[in-house]
């Protein structure tokens, strides 16, 4: 199935990896960061309904070595990326974004 990350998501991966690359410019966490994000994409769109419902309508799974969580939407066709959200931000931050 298509995975389409929403901008906001764009925005909290970019965010991310720009935080890892300057924490830590040696060792890429960046690009590892992103690497596993995109795995994690993959098989979401090979599997969307195999993580746990978020709230209705919206699932979540989480990274593996960094502390974030890929929130998504099943749509007919495509899987929508809603966020990648850090554990320790607001809850539900993403809900207010259009």
Same mark, same amino acid.
């Given at each position: 199935m298509r995975v389409r990350f929403m901008p906001g998501a764009l925005a909290d991966a970019d965010h991310a990896? @720009?935080?890892?690359?300057? *924490? %830590?410019?040696?060792?890429?966490? @960046?690009?590892?960061?992103? *690497? %596993?994000?995109?795995r994690v994409a993959q098989l979401i769109g090979e599997r969307p309904q195999a993580w746990a419902e978020l709230e209705p309508g919206v699932r979540r799974t989480v990274l593996r070595r960094f502390p974030y969580s890929v929130i998504y939407a099943v749509e007919p066709g495509e899987v929508l990326i809603l966020a990648v959200a850090h554990h320790r931000r607001r809850a539900r931050y993403w809900r207010e974004r259009e």
């Open positions: 990896a @720009d935080w890892y690359a300057d *924490a %830590e410019p040696d060792k890429e966490l @960046d690009r590892q960061f992103l *690497a %596993e994000l995109r």
